[in-house]
């Protein structure tokens, strides 16, 4: 069965410096998330693509966080500097866009394993 | 900010008994997804069941959702120890193009064998 793939697995870093996780979505998934998950609590969703193109991006803090999908199919999620803060679980998912999906609705976003950040 | 709420916050059953989980939300939503989440690891998909749905059944699950009380229901059936586990209910909200999914804190369950 097809997976979402994510890495690292765990990260650990010191405050101020720069981390990047990977995720490679499901084969042919047009639209794919970033989660970000405090421990104790459920996801918040940081950003949406659809394809290459970003849909929803209105809780990404900017200042530091940059996520990319340049061709559409691979994304990769940067946090520069790092904070204290950002301590959390980090999760990719993807799904069909509405186009593809019989009456145009919303489908299962399918979840990766997720990257452990630990910022020290 | 989190929509969902789940509904009790920890739940504890001994092995065989059912489990029956709450969520309530705040806005109109296309459909309403539950998840599962093992110790630090990711998100399971158990069921989606859509707007116009009032009951779907996926195994030893049954989810209910009553749209006029913005509510879901899920029904763990003869409980097993391997289901011990967060679960979540996430909506999507309806109207736009952006469909992230909003997620309740959860609901943890622990089956005692």
């Known amino acids: 069965e097809a997976e979402v793939a994510q890495s690292p697995r765990y990260k650990i870093t010191e405050k101020s410096q720069a981390v990047a996780f990977w995720c490679d979505p499901i084969s042919g998934h047009a639209t794919l998330y970033w989660y970000r998950q405090i421990l104790g609590q459920g996801p918040e969703l940081l950003v949406q693509f659809q394809d290459e193109s970003v849909v929803d991006d209105s809780q990404l803090p900017k200042d530091r966080f940059s996520a990319e999908r340049l061709k559409g199919v691979d994304s990769t999620l940067k946090i520069q500097p790092a904070e204290l803060g950002d301590s959390a679980m980090y999760l990719c998912?993807?799904?069909?866009?509405?186009?593809?999906?019989?009456?145009?609705?919303?489908?299962?976003?399918?979840f990766g394993p997720g990257t452990r950040l630990t910022v020290l | 900010s989190q929509q969902g709420e789940e509904d009790p916050q920890a739940l504890s059953i001994q092995e065989g008994e059912n489990a029956t989980m709450n969520c309530s939300y705040k806005t109109s939503i296309n459909n309403l997804q539950w998840y599962r989440q093992n110790s630090g690891r990711g998100l399971v998909h158990l069921i989606l069941?859509?707007?116009?749905?009032r009951e779907k059944h996926s195994g030893r699950l049954r989810v209910t959702l009553d749209t006029s009380k913005k509510s879901s229901s899920l029904l763990i059936t003869a409980s097993r120890a391997a289901d011990t586990a967060s679960y979540f209910c996430a909506t999507d909200a309806s109207g736009g193009g952006a469909d992230g999914l909003t997620f309740g804190k959860g609901t943890h369950l622990i089956i005692q064998p």
């Open positions: 069941i859509r707007s116009n749905e």
């Open positions: 998912a993807s799904s069909w866009d509405r186009g593809q999906v019989a009456g145009g609705q919303t489908d299962t976003q399918y």
